[in-house]
């Protein structure tokens, strides 16, 4: 592939191809944005283009070393990253990429590190990366890959060139699922779930995330007070709770795809109020026809907002369980005058 072929991501791949044209290519880049958005991809590329035999401006995608970049063997490309699900990078590690970036190049004429889950370096481990990012070494390009900007120092990130990756649109999910064997419709209907993310999407095509979904949905609709506790840790816990261990950031991910298939049926309900037909969520017309029924535009209005806040929280890493708890605090508040009236009667 090619940055031009990163779907959803014309400003960052623009900024990137700018910087590679100009020749005035930073030392160090901080690709930011959400899991799944096409970020490691992107840094990828842009190491085949300074590897290249004929870069940096582009790779030409059939030398030697373009192919072994491809393969993630080339000599001049480093890689860092947790060395397990749940693991940190230490400073040992770092210390150890430095010393190699600081050798002489042995196939191009330049060298790239990337640092795959850069806010998973420890303290420690960012403060010796700082001196090399500070002092460089001749034609050495660092890319740190992040989800979580605030987990690095300050001085760490103001030592690179940060490039921002957003939420993919949802035309451009589905064209990739569909480009996996994805029947198109179906397609469409999990691109509207998947919450911007490629990851995502392909998360929900084995079907126990929708599953899920199917589960938790009508239950955060119908929640009652004393509830609030366990659908926040199922949702939390990406329905992974007394079912052994799961990957944080698998977790996070599917909390925030209930999260963001909740938002769209607020947003289904709101339509609903003002004459439109349930268009995302069709196999929860039912339950969607009936919580919009019960609730003035005012209600639906502020859940939607309350949703929506929580989906950026869990996106700056905020607690995912304080996260859930809030939102269906809030669903459980909304039912309880309605249910209070029922009981009475």
Same mark, same amino acid.
């Given at each position: 592939?090619?940055?031009?072929?990163?779907?959803?991501?014309?400003?960052?791949?623009?900024?990137?191809?700018?910087?590679?044209?100009?020749?005035?290519?930073?030392?160090?880049?901080?690709?930011?944005?959400?899991?799944?958005?096409?970020?490691?991809?992107?840094?990828?590329?842009?190491?085949?283009?300074?590897?290249?035999?004929?870069?940096?401006?582009?790779?030409?995608?059939?030398?030697?070393?373009?192919?072994?970049?491809?393969?993630?063997?080339?000599?001049?490309?480093?890689?860092?990253?947790?060395?397990?699900?749940?693991?940190?990078?230490?400073?040992?590690?770092?210390?150890?990429?430095?010393?190699?970036?600081?050798?002489?190049?042995?196939?191009?004429?330049?060298?790239?590190?990337?640092?795959?889950?850069?806010?998973?370096?420890?303290?420690?481990?960012?403060?010796?990366?700082?001196?090399?990012?500070?002092?460089?070494?001749?034609?050495?390009?660092?890319?740190?890959?992040?989800?979580?900007?605030?987990?690095?120092?300050?001085?760490?990130?103001?030592?690179?060139?940060?490039?921002?990756?957003?939420?993919?649109?949802?035309?451009?999910?589905?064209?990739?699922?569909?480009?996996? %064997? #994805?029947?198109?419709?179906?397609?469409?209907?999990? *691109? +509207? $779930?998947?919450?911007?993310?490629?990851? =995502? /999407?392909? &998360?929900?095509?084995?079907?126990?995330?929708?599953?899920?979904?199917?589960?938790?949905?009508?239950?955060?609709?119908?929640?009652?007070?004393?509830?609030?506790?366990?659908?926040?840790?199922?949702?939390?816990?990406?329905?992974?709770?007394?079912?052994?261990?799961?990957?944080?950031?698998?977790?996070?991910?599917?909390?925030?795809?209930?999260?963001?298939?909740?938002?769209?049926?607020?947003?289904?309900?709101?339509?609903?109020?003002?004459?439109?037909?349930?268009?995302?969520?069709?196999?929860?017309?039912?339950?969607?026809?009936?919580?919009?029924?019960?609730?003035?535009?005012?209600?639906?209005?502020?859940?939607?907002?309350?949703?929506?806040? %929580? #989906?950026?929280?869990?996106?700056?890493?905020?607690? *995912? +369980? $304080?996260?859930?708890?809030?939102?269906? =605090? /809030?669903? &459980?508040?909304?039912?309880?005058?309605?249910?209070?009236?029922?009981?009475?009667?």
């Amino acid at each position: 592939m090619s940055l031009d072929s990163l779907k959803g991501q014309a400003a960052a791949v623009a900024a990137l191809k700018a910087a590679l044209e100009s020749g005035r290519i930073p030392n160090a880049f901080l690709f930011a944005g959400p899991s799944g958005v096409g970020k490691s991809l992107a840094a990828f590329e842009v190491a085949r283009a300074l590897l290249c035999r004929k870069g940096p401006k582009s790779a030409c995608q059939a030398c030697a070393s373009c192919r072994r970049v491809e393969s993630r063997a080339h000599a001049d490309l480093f890689r860092l990253a947790p060395e397990r699900e749940g693991a940190s990078i230490g400073i040992d590690q770092v210390r150890g990429l430095c010393a190699s970036l600081f050798q002489s190049p042995m196939e191009s004429l330049r060298k790239v590190a990337v640092i795959d889950g850069a806010d998973e370096l420890t303290e420690p481990a960012q403060n010796a990366l700082l001196k090399t990012l500070e002092e460089p070494p001749a034609d050495t390009y660092i890319i740190l890959v992040a989800e979580n900007t605030d987990a690095l120092l300050a001085t760490v990130r103001s030592r690179c060139r940060r490039i921002d990756f957003l939420p993919v649109p949802d035309a451009d999910v589905a064209a990739f699922l569909a480009g996996q %064997g #994805i029947d198109k419709a179906q397609a469409a209907s999990l *691109a +509207r $779930l998947a919450g911007g993310s490629f990851g =995502a /999407a392909l &998360a929900l095509c084995d079907g126990s995330l929708l599953e899920l979904r199917a589960e938790l949905i009508p239950a955060v609709l119908a929640a009652r007070p004393a509830d609030v506790d366990s659908l926040a840790e199922r949702i939390a816990s990406g329905g992974a709770a007394g079912k052994g261990k799961k990957a944080a950031r698998d977790r996070r991910q599917d909390a925030s795809v209930i999260l963001a298939s909740l938002h769209s049926v607020l947003a289904d309900c709101i339509k609903i109020k003002a004459g439109a037909a349930v268009r995302a969520n069709a196999d929860l017309a039912a339950q969607i026809a009936a919580f919009a029924s019960a609730r003035d535009f005012d209600e639906l209005s502020s859940l939607e907002k309350e949703v929506s806040d %929580g #989906i950026i929280l869990l996106g700056y890493y905020v607690d *995912a +369980r $304080l996260v859930a708890t809030r939102i269906v =605090a /809030a669903f &459980a508040k909304a039912r309880a005058p309605s249910t209070t009236q029922s009981e009475a009667v």
